[in-house]
């Protein structure tokens, strides 16, 4: 069953407008909403502390320790792949990663 076609506008196609004059009082369709004032949320900043440097080491550690290949590297060194994931691995007192971090740090 075809539809008739009819005088009423298309909801999808849209309305013909007029150009509006530069003198015109026209209301631009979207206004800026007020936001909170980011000083509020905005968390406060300060100096690098010897607490943040050793977060930021840590990290900058684990991205590249989960980037590495293990094996390529571990053959380069002379090493076992053991033997190098010991010496990143987090939580071990004594190993390359954490005698980075208290480096940093000042510890």
Do not use: C, W
Request: cysteine-free; glycine content about 6%.
């Amino acid at each position: 069953m075809k539809r008739e076609p009819d005088d009423t506008p298309s909801v999808l196609s849209p309305a013909p407008s007029s150009p509006a004059s530069p003198t015109s009082d026209a209301v631009p369709a979207t206004k800026k909403r007020k936001t909170a004032s980011k000083s509020a949320t905005k968390p406060p900043s300060g100096e690098l502390t010897p607490e943040k440097k050793a977060l930021l080491m840590d990290a900058i550690i684990s991205a590249g320790y989960k980037a590495l290949d293990m094996t390529k590297m571990a053959t380069e060194l002379g090493l076992n792949a053991k033997q190098l994931q010991n010496a990143f691995g987090p939580n071990r007192k004594g190993n390359l990663r954490h005698k980075a971090v208290v480096a940093v740090s000042g510890k």
